[in-house]
């Protein structure tokens, strides 16, 4: 063989090894994400615990794969460091003496529930603050995996984009929609048909709590929306501006691209409405008519504004006449104190833990062992969550966690806003982050009345959503060079 031969000969380049990173971080991501929609939220060990691992693979891998630009998250790592050492502390063993003079609540608590603590001399017993060590270790476990699941994905859709992560999850979602609305017409007790609802309580799909699913297509629909519009404005860039050519451009891929995603939508929304969720159905509604009417604000034509306002208001319309207005005016009438009073008193008993442990908290992911000694309200319910996670938060963190989580939003707002300064409205990128901030903005108002995020499948889909939020727009390139602009 000739020198010639050898030199012209190909070999495996660095694009190949970044095809393989690619296509490996995006399956673990879509996998992340559809393990834990359909593994009942992965709510349990058997689930979570591949999410965490899966979840934290992706975001590490995320790191490794090749490109120059960066997510510029290095602020707000710090931030979600600075968390993870905060709850770290509330790990420390100290002894009981300490512990004592720091908080005699606390002290008493761990006298009636831990028997070890009980029964052990005050000078040779030690017990970390966390009242259920165990439990926040869990969180903790949690807030790393997804935290590294959240910088890694800002840094790779940074690099690689976002249109085929985001292309899968809603697949996923339309998915998890339908099996959602055909197991509200079929069900017979059981999910899937053969796993028992514990709570004896109508699930939807395969959430066991139809307020958690209501929750995942509330993130799912705003970012499918935004998908919407970022292939439409991509795809109708180099299209004529008149009806004939527009309407041949519904045919193309990308037009195509468009139906379906906005189908998919669609679905979703149809679910939430037909999940009967209050909070989910209000919080939609709200989220879209306010986001709408602030980008209707930005734009110079009032037949824009218009136009946008009308579109919202005709797809909200349309999601109530497809899932009827009847069952939804009987739901929204339903005041019974399981779901009104119930949750009006978790919030006062989270209030009382906060007042008990302001500083320290009882430790995160310590709620419902605390809710065992500080429920007085609603005793028929037992309630393990606050049904309101900022309250929650403040009961399990207290300062300690409360400060590191206000700074780590502080910075991410900021970060966002940043980006929205560095892109541009006549970019698709521009209207996947407005879809992306919308469905955090829709999860966020669903969280004052709820605890969505405590599932672990949708803190996995939030964090996802937050890296799009985050991640840097990709340079434009001109169409005949293919140079950046």
């Known amino acids: ?49 591949p999410l965490i691992a899966a979840a934290a693979t992706a975001g590490a891998l995320a790191f490794v794969v090749p490109g120059r630009s960066q ?35 606390r002290d008493a608590l761990l006298t009636s529930y831990n028997l070890v603590y009980a029964n052990t001399r005050a000078g040779t017993v030690w017990h970390p603050l966390s009242i259920a060590p165990d439990s926040t270790w869990l969180g903790l476990a949690c807030f790393v995996a997804f935290g590294l699941f959240l910088l890694g994905s800002a840094r790779f859709f940074s690099v690689r984009g976002t249109g085929v992560t985001i292309g899968c999850v809603l697949a996923v979602g ?11 017409v079929t069900y017979e007790g059981k999910i899937y ?32 929306l935004g998908f919407v519009v970022s292939r439409a404005v991509s795809g109708l860039r180099y ?13 193309s891929p990308s037009g195509s691209q468009v139906l379906l995603a906005l189908c998919a939508s669609l679905v979703m929304g149809v679910s939430i409405v037909l999940s009967l969720s209050r909070s989910g159905i209000i919080a939609l509604a709200l989220t879209l008519v306010l986001v709408t009417l602030f980008l209707a604000m930005r734009r110079a034509g009032r037949v824009q504004r218009l136009l946008m306002i009308l579109a919202v208001v005709a797809f909200l319309g349309a999601l109530a006449a497809m899932a009827g207005t009847d069952a939804m005016a009987v739901r929204f009438n339903d005041g019974t104190a399981a779901t009104l009073e119930g949750r009006i008193g978790a919030w006062k008993d989270a209030s009382t833990i906060t007042r008990t442990f302001p500083l320290v908290g009882s430790g995160l992911n310590t709620f419902p062992t605390a809710m065992l000694f500080y429920q007085v309200h609603d005793l028929y319910n037992y309630w393990s969550e606050a049904h309101n996670d900022y309250l929650q938060l403040f009961a399990e963190g207290g300062v300690l966690l409360v400060v590191p989580a206000i700074l780590a939003l502080v910075v991410f707002v900021r970060a966002v806003r940043q980006r929205f300064a560095e892109d541009s409205e006549r970019r698709s990128s521009y209207w996947i982050r407005v879809g992306a901030v919308t469905a955090l903005i829709a999860i966020g108002l669903q969280e004052l009345v709820e605890f969505s995020l405590q599932i672990p499948g949708n803190a996995c889909l939030f964090t996802l959503i937050g890296a799009i939020a985050l991640h840097r727009p990709i340079p434009a390139r001109d169409p005949a060079t293919g140079s950046g602009s």
């Not at 012209?8 to 995006?26: H, K, Y």
Request: glycine letters at 6%; a positive charge; one cysteine or more.
């Open 71 to 105: 997510s510029g998250t290095r602020t707000l790592s710090w931030c979600l460091l600075l968390f993870a050492v905060a709850t770290a502390v509330q790990l420390v063993p100290l002894p009981r003496s300490v512990l004592a003079a720091t908080s005699q609540a």
């Open 174 to 184: 339309l998915v998890l929609a339908l099996a959602g609305i055909i197991q509200d």
């Open 193 to 224: 048909g053969f796993w028992p609802d514990p709570y004896v309580n109508k699930p939807f799909g395969p959430f066991i709590n139809k307020n958690n699913f209501a929750g995942w297509m509330l993130m799912a629909v705003p970012l499918a």
């Open 239 to 251: 299209v004529r501006e008149d009806w004939h050519s527009r309407v041949l451009w519904i045919s």
């Open 1 to 49: 063989m000739s020198v010639s031969t050898v030199a012209a000969s190909p070999r495996p380049g660095p694009s190949i090894r970044v095809s393989i990173a690619s296509a490996l971080v995006i399956t673990l991501q879509v996998l992340a994400v559809a393990w834990g929609a359909f593994a009942f939220g992965a709510v349990y060990p058997w689930a979570y615990w």
